[in-house]
Each structure stands twice: as C-alpha cells, then as structure tokens.
C-alpha cells in the first residue's frame, strides 16, 4: 500500500510541475515574480507541487480501496 501511493504521489508531484512549466511558472519563479499575497515563490510552487502529489497518492489509495 506505501508502494503504491509513494508511486502516485511521484508521478502526481511531476504532473504538477509539468503543468507549471507549461504554464510559465518556473519562468516567473527564475524572473522573481511573486504570486499574490507576498509570499515567499519557493514556498508557493513547492507547496503547489505537494499538493498535486498529496492529491495522486490519496486517491490512488481510494481507488486501490474500491477496487
């Protein structure tokens, strides 16, 4: 069950951040832009990139659970 999610989890982490290179956000954390709210960059794109992982692996579990 850990192989599983820590596998999703991956897969999901790197899915988000290709989605933010699509998007322009490596570009604008390079250039120094800063999202809203004047956060730290770092921080704002790690936790985006977390999340999409958090995201994957979760429900890998619950589909691994249903099936």
């Known amino acids: 069950m850990a192989r599983s999610f820590t596998w999703w989890f991956g897969i999901g982490a790197l899915l988000t951040l ?19 709210g004047g956060t730290n960059p770092y921080l704002s794109f790690g936790t985006t990139i977390f999340g999409g992982g958090l995201l994957a692996g979760c429900l890998a579990l619950v589909m691994k659970r249903i099936g």
């Open 18 to 36: 290709s989605v933010l290179m699509v998007q322009g956000g490596v570009r604008d954390l390079i250039d120094g832009t800063h999202p809203a």
